[in-house]
């Protein structure tokens, strides 16, 4: 069973930086990784899929990246509606999520 | 794109079975370019995969469920259900539906969850 690890846990951050987020394979998964952004009392939402390929609706600021074992989330400059958690996922796997919050 | 919604009782005692049901509108649920899936989240908690059911009815689930999970197709109603059987307070969670974009390339097979429904929280008490 692949195991999938975000870093950092938690990203503190003020509107308009840059946020980096990290999710690890424990096995290569090829470019098959999704990513998907949570808002409080909401369903998530797909963002990435196929490590870099923005769903349908998805602002530009928003850019995945990596292969194999190592993917990153890019959130070029943050928007007010940014804050959220952000959760990476391969088939049944979902990693733990980052929560990007307001600094 | 599609539009999905969960139903279903709203508090299952100890030892019952779960079962919640999921309408979708927007397209059919024999479309063979998606399967449907379920996922929950206990509160303050991450994300877990339930399973999902194909468009002809096969079915896939979570290791860790699999011995109490049924997840099936009502294609006369365009809808498509979750049974878990035996449940405990550990299964008080939202559950969500969502359509399940998938692919297979060379031997490797890939799914996604791009639809979701608003989700439903089930808690489990006597």
């Known amino acids: 069973e692949i195991v999938l690890t975000q870093s950092p846990a938690t990203l503190s951050l003020s509107p308009g930086q840059r946020a980096t987020l990290s999710c690890r394979a424990s096995?290569?998964?090829?470019?098959?990784l999704a990513w998907y952004q949570q808002k409080p009392g909401q369903a998530p939402r797909l963002l990435i899929f196929?490590?870099?390929v923005r769903a349908p609706g998805i602002p530009a600021r928003f850019s995945g990246s990596g292969s194999r074992t190592d993917f990153t989330l890019t959130i070029s400059s943050l928007e007010p509606e940014d804050f959220a958690i952000y959760y990476c996922?391969?088939?049944?796997?979902f990693g733990q999520g980052t929560k990007v919050d307001i600094k | 794109q599609f539009q999905l919604q969960e139903s279903g009782p709203g508090l299952v005692k100890p030892s019952e079975t779960l079962s919640l049901t999921c309408t979708v509108s927007?397209?059919?649920?024999?479309?063979?370019?998606?399967?449907w899936g379920w996922i929950r989240q206990p509160p303050g908690k991450g994300l877990e995969w339930i399973g999902y059911?194909?468009?002809?009815?096969?079915?896939k689930y979570n290791p860790s469920l699999t011995s109490r999970v049924t997840i099936s197709l009502d294609t006369s109603k365009n809808q498509f259900s979750l049974r878990l059987s035996s449940v405990t307070a550990l299964d008080t969670a939202v559950y969500y539906c969502?359509?399940?974009?998938?692919?297979?390339?060379?031997?490797?097979?890939?799914?996604?969850?791009?639809?979701w429904g608003q989700g439903t929280l089930v808690p489990v008490s006597s």
């Open positions: 969502a359509s399940v974009l998938w692919g297979c390339s060379r031997s490797t097979c890939f799914y996604y969850f791009d639809y």
């Open positions: 927007g397209g059919s649920v024999t479309s063979n370019a998606y399967y």
């Open positions: 059911v194909s468009y002809s009815g096969s079915t």
């Open positions: 096995q290569s998964v090829s470019s098959y």
């Open positions: 196929d490590a870099s």
């Open positions: 996922q391969q088939q049944g796997t």
